[in-house]
T-cell receptor, first 109, second 113 residues
Framework: TQLLEQSPQFLSIQEGENLTVYCNSS?????LQWYRQEPGEGPVLLVT?????EVKKLKRLTFQFGDARKDSSLHITAAQPGDTGLYLC?????????FGAGTILRVKS | NAGVTQTPKFQVLKTGQSMTLQCAQD?????MSWYRQDPGMGLRLIHY???????DQGEVPNGYNVSRSTTEDFPLRLLSAAPSQTSVYFC????????????FGSGTRLTVV
């Protein structure tokens, strides 16, 4: 059973479209992180959100932490082919970092 | 600054063989973790450590051992390899876990035949 549920599992969109990836749990996390992973490489940290209701922006990416610190979303505006990859959310639970199953994003030009 | 270094990058084992996956970090991070990544299942935590001499089990610890004798190194030992342990293994480190984020190595692709 996944502690963190990510949706959708797979997303294929055209360049220029917007998209949102969701990360949900019944557990409260002290922080939530988003990573991006490319084939053959390890995940790379995009952002960490700590406070309930927090919103962080990283260029065309907007990250939000739910008020109750149980869920998060990643919104990409005007997606580009370079955004293609596996997006993973991860929640800090005590001393552990637990991951969702990931969302595979493919942006077609 | 090398970050997190994992060796080997690829390994093929026969069922029943043992081996050690190496992980070293040069960032003086206290927290280190081992994950395995299987298709459709994200990363699952095997073992983790919050400092030298301290280790604990994650979600899927069976068949694996770890030790942490130094801050820099966190090796993962497979005691008797099984085909179910075929996976990609990632080591990660963090200054203090939680809000600090983790730095990952580039992974070890292990096949058990």
């Amino acid at each position: 059973t996944q502690l963190l549920e990510q949706s959708p599992q797979f997303l294929s969109i055209q360049e220029g479209e917007n998209l949102t990836v969701y990360c949900n749990s019944s557990s409260v996390f002290s922080s939530l992180q988003w990573y991006r992973q490319e084939p053959g490489e390890g995940p790379v940290l995009l952002v960490t959100v700590v406070t309930g209701g927090e919103v962080k922006k990283l260029k065309r990416l907007t990250f939000q932490f739910g008020d109750a610190r149980k869920d998060s979303s990643l919104h990409i505006t005007a997606a580009q082919p370079g955004d293609t990859g596996l997006y993973l959310c991860a929640g800090a639970h005590g001393n552990k970092l637990v991951f969702g199953a990931g969302t595979i994003l493919r942006v077609k030009s | 600054n090398a970050g997190v270094t994992q060796t080997p990058k690829f390994q093929v084992l026969k069922t029943g063989q043992s081996m050690t996956l190496q992980c070293a970090q040069d960032m003086n991070h206290e927290y280190m973790s081992w994950y395995r990544q299987d298709p459709g299942m994200g990363l699952r935590l095997i073992h983790y450590s919050v400092g030298a001499g301290i280790t604990d089990q994650g979600e899927v610890p069976n068949g694996y051992n770890v030790s942490r004798s130094t801050t820099e190194d966190f090796p993962l030992r497979l005691l008797s390899a099984a085909p179910s342990q075929t996976s990609v293994y990632f080591c990660a480190s963090s200054y203090a876990g939680g809000a600090y984020g983790y730095t990952f190595g580039s992974g070890t692709r292990l096949t058990v035949v």
